[in-house]
Structure formats: structure tokens, C-alpha cells
């Protein structure tokens, strides 16, 4: 450890740790939804040009400009982290730019390119390219969000599961094959996991909208559409998700034992561990308080065998342990908070087998309350995960510690108060203003557009001399400067 990070004060780095998790906290319920609001759309267009109905379009033309707003918050929200790693984690730049730097700018050259090149034909160009065009534009769009993603999640994967580097003789990381950097031993559960959590979390947001419309009128067409497509997703998708779960969590206990540990509030090592439901974990006395426990579950999930041995925090030194009771209960908020959506689905899947999805306002009420399940779970989901990587910054390699620049602890409060005033402010607006435009009631008055071909910009020929001096327009289709008669 360098001097410079002995110096820091305990209470800097924790303001430190606490103003980049309040900033990534922001930040990644924006991305998670353009993920799965930009597929949504793909999804909407596409049947709308396979059935012809309107209230596809409808539904479209509505969430577009959710999205656009959501799309350019997260760019925003994003950019203040860049200037935070390199003011308050200089010695994670040093030793982990190498290898990440390269991550990220791919991440920019690729992805951010591919959105920002079809964005704007996305949003204002269905009059204008003609419709098979525009729906390539939304679909390139939705693509660039994934492939976004894919960047993202192979740089967490390898602080998390790193692979494919060596240490060179200044102590930074150096890249020695980049396809096991990339396709690290943990980015293929994470990504699965990921994604499928940005879609489910912008399913229930969806459907909440749909149910607190369909609740002041049942016969809005597009909100129909809007709840129907919802509850498909949380039906179909919830399942799937719950076994990528407990694939991640496997692959998490072969790399990250400690980790797990934690998150099963496992002090002791045995075979046939318990599944804990409940307890206070008491790191002091190495036990969970109150606990509540069935018998040999805990073993069974994790291991797929009744009496499994499955480590607990005391095989591993006490200064390697992640903040116990934060990830023991980041974890269980997710895991509870997953099966209410998971029975929600199951519900309308009874509901629209009796005809009743659309007539039942107890099921919209609940709706609307689990609407913004799906982020709280990713918020979980990224404390269980972050936390419990603790006290490494790249797992097993890089310290916390070492990772800190030498700041002082007046400068990480001042930064740390700006950016929670700020952020509150401009994003709270932000999300406040989003939710004004879901409250507005979709409606299916504003009609397609007619499929002409692609337009030219026509010009204004100016009436003829000693005319009346009213001037004449153009039609589509007719040459430039030949006013239309």
C-alpha cells in the first residue's frame, strides 16, 4: 500500500465509496430502462407493420418520448463518474486503466455511436425515410443499448472475476489476452442476469402505466395493449430470470465464496447449510441473532445436493469479509421483492385465462404499486453485488484502500454534498417530469402516418409578378420549386 493511500482518513473513503454509489445508484436505473424500453419499441413497430393496427403505433408514438427523455438523463447521469474515478480513485486509474480504459472506449466507439447515429432518425424520422427504414433505425437503436450493456458488464465482470492480465513492474495491470478479459469467468451469468432484469424492470414500469390508466377507463385501447404485453413479459420472463439467478449465484460461489457467506448469512462452514430466511448478523459474535432457518435448503439451492459443503465466513480471514449485514440484507430485499412479481405474473396469467385482466382494479392497484419493483430490485441486485465485492475494488488483485487518491477529507465531503444536492435537484425534476408524461393518458387520436415514399425539403416559388402575393404551396411529390395548383 503507497503512502499516499495510508494517509487517507477511513471516514474519505467511505465519503468516496458513498458519493460513486450514490452517482451509479442514479445512473443505472436510466441505462436499465433505455434497455428495455429501446426493445419494447423495436417490438411495438414491428407489429404494427405486421398487423397494420394503430394501436401499435399508438403505443409507440407514446413510450417514445418516455424514452427519448429517459435516454438522454442516463447519458447525463453518466458522464459526472468518468470525473469521479479520476478525482477520488487515482490508484484504481493507474493500476486498472489499462485494461479498462481500452473496455470503455469500445463501449463509446461502438455502442454510443451505433445509438446516436439512429437515434434522431428514431425520433423524428418516420415521415421522412419511410417506414422499413425507420423500423431498422429503432432496431439499431435497440441493439446499440444491448451491445452497450455487453461493454459495461464485461468491465464489472472483471473487477469481479479477473482474468487474462498480468501485473506489470509499476503494479498496473496489463492486458495478456483480451478474450479472457472479455468473456471473463462471471460476464456470461451477469449479462444474462442483467439484461433480463432491465427488461422485466421496464415491463412492470409499462404495466403500471397501463393499470393506472385501464382503472379511469377500461376501454382505452392502448392501454390495453400497454398491460397486456406487460403481464406477458412478467409471466414468461420472471421464470427465466429466477434460474439465471441461481446460475449467477452458483458461478458466485465458485469465485466469490466469501461473498456468498455473507449473502446467506453463513458464519460457520458445514455441510447442509441452511437456507436463513431471517436474522441479524453479528459479526461480534459471529452468529445471526432471531434467525430463522429450514434445514439443509441453503445447500440444496446453491449446490443441488441435500448435504453440500458450502464455506462460511470463518474460512476466511476476518479482513476480507464484505459489510456483513448490507449484503445479508440487500439480498433478501431483492429475492422478496422478485417473488411479488413473480406471483404477479402468475396472477394474470389466471386473470386473462378467466377474461378478467382488463376488469379487475384490485389486480391494477397492485399493478401500480409492484410498478417500480424492477428497479428496486436492480438497485438491490447492484448493492449485493458491489458490497459484497468489498474490500476489493478488483476482487482478490486491488484493495479499496490502494485504490484511493490522496484527498482530504473536506474535499470528498464538499464533492460528496454537491453532487447529492445536484443530483437530487436535476434528477428528481428528471424523473418527476417522466412521470407527468406517463400519467398522460394515451390515446389513439393521433392516426399513423400514410406510407408515402421518402420526402425532399421542397422550396417556396414565389408568386408571379403583379400577383396577389399569396403564396403558393408545394405537395410531396411534385418538382422542386413547381408550385402545386
Given at each position: 500500500?503507497?503512502?499516499?493511500?495510508?494517509?487517507?482518513?477511513?471516514?474519505?473513503?467511505?465519503?468516496?465509496?458513498?458519493?460513486?454509489?450514490?452517482?451509479?445508484?442514479?445512473?443505472?436505473?436510466?441505462?436499465?430502462?433505455?434497455?428495455?424500453?429501446?426493445?419494447?419499441?423495436?417490438?411495438?413497430?414491428?407489429?404494427?407493420?405486421?398487423?397494420?393496427?394503430?394501436?401499435?403505433?399508438?403505443?409507440?408514438?407514446?413510450?417514445?418520448k418516455?424514452?427519448?427523455?429517459?435516454?438522454?438523463?442516463?447519458?447525463?447521469?453518466?458522464?459526472?463518474?468518468?470525473?469521479?474515478?479520476?478525482?477520488?480513485?487515482?490508484?484504481y486509474?493507474?493500476?486498472?486503466?489499462?485494461?479498462?480504459?481500452?473496455?470503455?472506449?469500445?463501449?463509446?466507439?461502438?455502442?454510443?455511436?451505433?445509438?446516436?447515429?439512429?437515434?434522431?432518425?428514431?425520433?423524428?424520422?418516420?415521415q421522412?425515410?419511410?417506414?422499413?427504414?425507420?423500423?431498422?433505425?429503432?432496431?439499431?437503436?435497440a441493439?446499440?443499448?444491448?451491445?452497450?450493456?455487453?461493454?459495461?458488464?464485461?468491465?464489472?465482470?472483471?473487477?469481479?472475476?479477473?482474468?487474462?492480465?498480468?501485473?506489470?513492474?509499476?503494479?498496473a495491470?496489463?492486458?495478456?489476452?483480451?478474450?479472457?478479459?472479455?468473456?471473463?469467468?462471471?460476464?456470461?451469468?451477469?449479462?444474462?442476469?442483467?439484461?433480463?432484469?432491465?427488461?422485466?424492470?421496464?415491463?412492470?414500469?409499462?404495466?403500471?402505466?397501463?393499470?393506472?390508466?385501464?382503472?379511469?377507463?377500461?376501454?382505452?385501447?392502448?392501454?390495453?395493449?400497454?398491460?397486456?404485453?406487460?403481464?406477458?413479459?412478467?409471466?414468461?420472463?420472471?421464470?427465466?430470470q429466477?434460474?439465471?439467478g441461481?446460475?449467477?449465484?452458483?458461478?458466485?460461489?465458485?469465485?466469490?465464496?466469501?461473498?456468498?457467506?455473507?449473502?446467506?448469512?453463513?458464519?460457520?462452514?458445514?455441510?447442509?447449510?441452511?437456507?436463513?430466511?431471517?436474522?441479524?448478523?453479528?459479526?461480534?459474535?459471529?452468529?445471526?441473532?432471531?434467525?430463522?432457518?429450514?434445514?439443509?435448503?441453503?445447500?440444496?439451492?446453491?449446490?443441488?445436493?441435500?448435504?453440500?459443503?458450502?464455506?462460511?465466513?470463518?474460512?476466511?480471514?476476518?479482513?476480507?469479509?464484505?459489510?456483513?449485514?448490507?449484503?445479508?440484507?440487500?439480498?433478501?430485499?431483492?429475492?422478496?421483492?422478485?417473488?411479488?412479481?413473480?406471483?404477479?405474473?402468475?396472477?394474470?396469467?389466471?386473470?386473462?385465462?378467466?377474461?378478467?385482466?382488463?376488469?379487475?382494479p384490485?389486480?391494477?392497484?397492485?399493478?401500480?404499486?409492484?410498478?417500480?419493483?424492477?428497479?428496486?430490485c436492480?438497485?438491490?441486485?447492484w448493492?449485493?453485488?458491489?458490497?459484497?465485492?468489498?474490500?476489493?475494488?478488483?476482487?482478490?488483485?486491488?484493495?479499496t484502500?490502494?485504490?484511493?487518491?490522496?484527498?482530504?477529507?473536506?474535499?470528498?465531503?464538499?464533492?460528496?454534498?454537491?453532487?447529492?444536492?445536484?443530483?437530487?435537484?436535476?434528477?428528481?425534476?428528471?424523473?418527476?417530469?417522466?412521470?407527468?408524461?406517463?400519467?398522460?393518458?394515451?390515446?389513439?387520436?393521433e392516426?399513423?402516418?400514410?406510407?408515402?415514399?421518402?420526402q425532399?425539403?421542397?422550396?417556396?416559388t414565389?408568386g408571379?409578378?403583379?400577383?396577389?402575393?399569396?403564396?403558393?404551396?408545394?405537395?410531396?411529390?411534385?418538382?422542386?420549386?413547381?408550385?402545386?395548383?
Amino acid at each position: 500500500m503507497s503512502a499516499a493511500a495510508t494517509a487517507v482518513p477511513a471516514l474519505a473513503v467511505i465519503l468516496a465509496r458513498a458519493q460513486f454509489g450514490f452517482t451509479i445508484a442514479f445512473h443505472i436505473l436510466f441505462p436499465a430502462f433505455s434497455i428495455g424500453s429501446a426493445s419494447f419499441l423495436a417490438v411495438l413497430e414491428i407489429l404494427w407493420l405486421a398487423t397494420g393496427q394503430d394501436v401499435y403505433m399508438a403505443a409507440f408514438r407514446y413510450w417514445l418520448k418516455i424514452f427519448s427523455v429517459a435516454f438522454a438523463m442516463g447519458v447525463v447521469s453518466g458522464l459526472v463518474m468518468a470525473y469521479e474515478i479520476g478525482a477520488n480513485w487515482s490508484g484504481y486509474s493507474f493500476k486498472a486503466g489499462p485494461i479498462l480504459g481500452p473496455l470503455l472506449a469500445w463501449e463509446t466507439l461502438t455502442a454510443f455511436f451505433l445509438e446516436a447515429g439512429f437515434l434522431g432518425i428514431m425520433i423524428f424520422g418516420l415521415q421522412r425515410v419511410g417506414r422499413k427504414l425507420h423500423l431498422f433505425a429503432t432496431c439499431m437503436v435497440a441493439i446499440g443499448t444491448l451491445i452497450s450493456a455487453s461493454w459495461i458488464l464485461m468491465a464489472n465482470s472483471w473487477m469481479q472475476t479477473p482474468a487474462g492480465f498480468t501485473v506489470g513492474k509499476d503494479g498496473a495491470f496489463v492486458p495478456t489476452d483480451w478474450w479472457a478479459i472479455c468473456f471473463n469467468p462471471s460476464f456470461p451469468y451477469r449479462w444474462v442476469h442483467m439484461v433480463l432484469a432491465a427488461y422485466l424492470a421496464t415491463a412492470f414500469a409499462v404495466g403500471g402505466v397501463g393499470a393506472y390508466h385501464l382503472l379511469r377507463d377500461r376501454r382505452n385501447a392502448v392501454a390495453r395493449v400497454m398491460f397486456s404485453m406487460a403481464m406477458w413479459m412478467a409471466a414468461v420472463v420472471m421464470p427465466i430470470q429466477m434460474y439465471a439467478g441461481d446460475e449467477q449465484g452458483r458461478n458466485t460461489l465458485q469465485y466469490q465464496p466469501v461473498k456468498i457467506a455473507a449473502m446467506e448469512g453463513d458464519f460457520t462452514t458445514k455441510a447442509g447449510q441452511p437456507l436463513v430466511l431471517f436474522g441479524l448478523p453479528d459479526t461480534s459474535q459471529n452468529r445471526n441473532r432471531f434467525e430463522i432457518a429450514v434445514p439443509h435448503v441453503g445447500s440444496m439451492i446453491l449446490t443441488h445436493s441435500w448435504n453440500g459443503l458450502i464455506r462460511g465466513l470463518d474460512a476466511f480471514p476476518k479482513n476480507d469479509w464484505p459489510v456483513v449485514s448490507i449484503v445479508f440484507w440487500s439480498f433478501r430485499l431483492m429475492v422478496g421483492v422478485a417473488m411479488l412479481m413473480f406471483a404477479l405474473g402468475l396472477v394474470s396469467l389466471w386473470l386473462r385465462y378467466k377474461r378478467r385482466l382488463y376488469d379487475t382494479p384490485l389486480f391494477h392497484r397492485a399493478a401500480i404499486a409492484l410498478s417500480p419493483a424492477g428497479f428496486f430490485c436492480i438497485l438491490a441486485g447492484w448493492t449485493t453485488t458491489e458490497v459484497g465485492r468489498q474490500p476489493w475494488t478488483v476482487y482478490g488483485q486491488l484493495r479499496t484502500a490502494q485504490s484511493v487518491s490522496p484527498v482530504t477529507l473536506p474535499m470528498v465531503a464538499f464533492s460528496c454534498a454537491l453532487i447529492l444536492v445536484i443530483y437530487t435537484v436535476i434528477f428528481g425534476i428528471g424523473i418527476r417530469y417522466l412521470l407527468a408524461m406517463m400519467a398522460y393518458p394515451p390515446s389513439l387520436d393521433e392516426q399513423p402516418p400514410a406510407n408515402d415514399p421518402p420526402q425532399r425539403t421542397q422550396g417556396i416559388t414565389p408568386g408571379p409578378a403583379g400577383g396577389t402575393g399569396r403564396r403558393k404551396e408545394t405537395r410531396p411529390g411534385d418538382p422542386i420549386g413547381v408550385p402545386a395548383e
